[in-house]
């Protein structure tokens, strides 16, 4: 799909789409992140975004590691998280 974001009504459609349709907002996230973790310059940006605006996110992505990585000595941060 070949879109081109000239107006804010073309924008909000999209954007409607994306709260619409979980698949086309999946692909979507997905596609922004390979963007940001090819370039580490966007990579710290988008990292330094999700913990400054995206606290919620960032929480379950450190649980969620520090759930895989329990028993790992590698992660202490993590490992407070799982005893509260």
Not at 46 to 68: F, K, N, Q
């Given at each position: ?5 000239n107006d804010?009504?073309?924008k909000?459609a ?5 709260e619409?349709?979980e ?6 996230i997905?596609?922004?992140?390979n963007i940001?973790?090819?370039?580490p310059?966007?990579?710290?940006k988008?990292a330094?975004?999700?913990v400054e605006?995206y606290s919620p ?5 450190m649980?969620?590691?520090g759930?895989?990585?329990?028993s790992?000595d590698?992660?202490?941060?993590c ?6």
């Amino acid at each position: 799909m070949e879109r081109k974001f000239n107006d804010k009504a073309t924008k909000d459609a999209f954007y409607q789409e994306m709260e619409d349709d979980e698949n086309l907002l999946m692909e979507t996230i997905g596609v922004a992140l390979n963007i940001a973790i090819s370039d580490p310059t966007i990579n710290v940006k988008v990292a330094d975004m999700i913990v400054e605006h995206y606290s919620p996110l960032y929480m379950a992505i450190m649980v969620r590691i520090g759930t895989r990585k329990k028993s790992d000595d590698t992660l202490p941060c993590c490992k407070d998280l799982l005893n509260e």
